[in-house]
DNA sequence: TTGTACGCGTTATCAA
DNA sequence: TTGATAACGCGTACAA
């Protein structure tokens, strides 16, 4: 379209005012007369007033993005979080610049590089490539979501306590031993507090316990025969005793769970098993699997709560700089299905 | 922070040249000398410069910008469509600022207004709500996905082909009857030719079959029960006879193979069962489900190619404006697991 | 309540 | 190969 854009010089002439007032229009309306408000109303109605974000950015230095780098959207509880995320724009009125980095450390650097080209106002950071000591060298409002977060301001759900309840769930069916499977995980790492959760529990009521710590692989395919044979080894191992078994995530659990009724033909009484999520696979199995769900709306909104505080607080005249990050923890929720029914006597 | 941006004016007074010269030095450094680029560089690394694109954007007006509107990141062929644009950043360059709309038509529109105010260069379309004739009437370079696309340009999956794809193997395996479920969705919608390819394909080779159209309900539980039910009606009419069910997605599906485990213990070798979509839940069930997948990281490329093509026409000089919309077919997979086994005779 | 004048940080145009 | 100057469209002191 070569004819050019409307611009408040335009209204301004039109309607014989000035572009400050024009500006002010929209700015700060009660200052003008309701008459004069009226006059520019059926102004830009009839040039056809398209506003310019861009322009009153470089003016007034306030972008209202919001950059997000997180690992995929292939695994649902990502997909989730930035679906909880975007729907905040009702409410915060912050607009999100998306990427997925696949936790590459150098790519995701780079797309840092490029939302702070855009003057974004924060950044929410779910990947785990980039050290939190780093993020918060780039001194802008920073939130992360269930990742390393010593540095930076966070949020992150209560995973002791999901542990703490998942274990506690696997007891009370009377099951003999308890088992956790999974992958041999950095303590410094959010879900590693799940571990210590199952761990606890287990010595504080002296349940006999077994925690594997093993590869978990990286295919679907992968993980299903490796969790095949750890089932054999189990089932060998505790024949006769009912077994508790706590996995990392409903996807695992659901293996488990097809394995043992590919090889029974339904899930035996002895076999209790939780996941971990409450991914859509949880409910759409077989049978129904008890999981431990995070409360991702909440986390969500908390995140969201967190960087506008940060954002607000920059925006003052004497920003309270260098201020300790914030931790803030959202408890999980036990969901209990049809995979954890007590022991029949 | 108090400190200052560092600007093209500080390079220029440190280094001694103007601010024309640093912008060259980003825009077309081969136009300097080798000895001033270098003088140039040290200089951005001394100052620590950070280059301002807002800036950039109101001088030249490529914003790089291109708005998403989506209906929501919960169900997997969104979030994973999603998924496969924001990939394309690092063929294209382009930056994407997402939307999610849950199909509120007047919420969508304030999205597209957003979108505008920010000067974003074209739009990708996944929601249903807004007419393409509306659309069009923006005037920018547009481009939806998998929804009713008359007056603008669309990628969608051979909804038809998959359809024959579906039925053929259902076909093939051998079974008396072939059954279609399906929402009644309007004619216009994409997905509706999967209905039309199901209805020839019986029609033309002559195959006993039945189309059912009926709400399918809106939450899991509601499709369940219906699907429940269905499921009792196909059993008794058609006892005896080899049962072919085509699915119009793979959570469908899977809850039809799980009531039939449920029932049976097993699926029977007189059901045969095909699903769309090739979702996670399809690989994921107690029998891998065949399924037609989209191949959709080829309808993402597809819909960014386009998009690219109408937005450099537009940097052109003679706009040549007005062109017909283009309408990209991308052809489904079958993939063939183990709900379509032929049947023993 | 309204207007003047300048600034935001870059690019485009024209001239040298 | 380089520079001066004017946009780009809006916000904001400051003045009236």
Redesign the pocket.
Same mark, same amino acid.
């Given at each position: 379209m070569g004819k050019?854009?409307?611009?408040?010089?335009?209204?301004?002439k039109y309607t014989?005012?000035?572009?400050?007032?024009?500006?002010?229009y929209?700015?700060?309306p009660?200052? @003008?007369?309701l008459?004069?408000?009226q006059i520019i109303a059926t102004a830009l109605e009839k040039l056809n007033?398209?506003?310019?974000?861009?322009?009153?950015? @470089?003016?007034?230095?306030?972008t209202e993005f919001i950059g997000i780098i997180i690992p995929n959207l292939y695994m649902h509880y990502y997909s989730e979080i930035l679906n909880q995320i975007l729907k905040t724009y009702d409410s915060f009125g912050y607009k999100f610049l998306v990427f997925t980095g696949d936790d590459h450390e150098s790519t995701e650097r780079k797309y840092i590089q490029e939302l702070l080209a855009y003057k974004i106002e924060g950044m929410i950071i779910l990947s785990h490539t980039i050290p939190s000591i780093e993020l918060a060298s780039y001194n802008i409002p920073i939130v992360t979501i269930e990742r390393e977060d010593q540095y930076v301001s966070s949020v992150n759900t209560d995973n002791y306590m999901g542990g703490v309840q998942a274990t506690s769930l696997l007891a009370k069916t009377g099951a003999d031993i308890l088992i956790h499977i999974n992958a041999d995980i950095p303590k410094q790492t959010p879900s590693y507090e799940r571990i210590r959760g199952f761990s606890d529990i287990c010595k504080e009521y002296n349940i006999p316990h077994e925690m594997i710590l093993t590869d978990t692989g990286h295919t679907y395919d992968e993980t299903s025969r490796i969790l095949k044979d750890l089932l054999e080894t189990i089932d060998t191992k505790y024949k006769r005793k009912t077994k508790g078994i706590f996995l990392p995530n409903d996807t695992f659990a659901n293996i488990m769970l097809n394995h043992l009724i590919q090889k029974y033909g339904c899930l035996p009484d002895d076999y209790k098993i939780i996941g971990f999520d409450d991914s859509p696979v949880s409910r759409e199995a077989i049978i129904p699997i008890s999981t431990v769900g995070q409360q991702i709306d909440k986390i969500a909104l908390s995140a969201m709560e967190l960087l506008n505080e940060q954002i607000e607080e920059r925006h003052k005249r004497k920003p309270t700089l260098s201020v300790e990050p914030t931790h803030k923890i959202i408890p999980p929720i036990l969901i209990n299905r049809k995979t954890t029914l007590p022991v029949e006597r």
């Open positions: 050019k854009n409307i611009t408040f010089s335009d209204i301004a014989g005012f000035s572009k400050t007032t024009i500006s002010r929209f700015n700060n009660d200052s @003008l007369t008459e004069n408000q007033y398209k506003e310019n974000k861009v322009a009153r950015i @470089l003016a007034n230095g306030k």
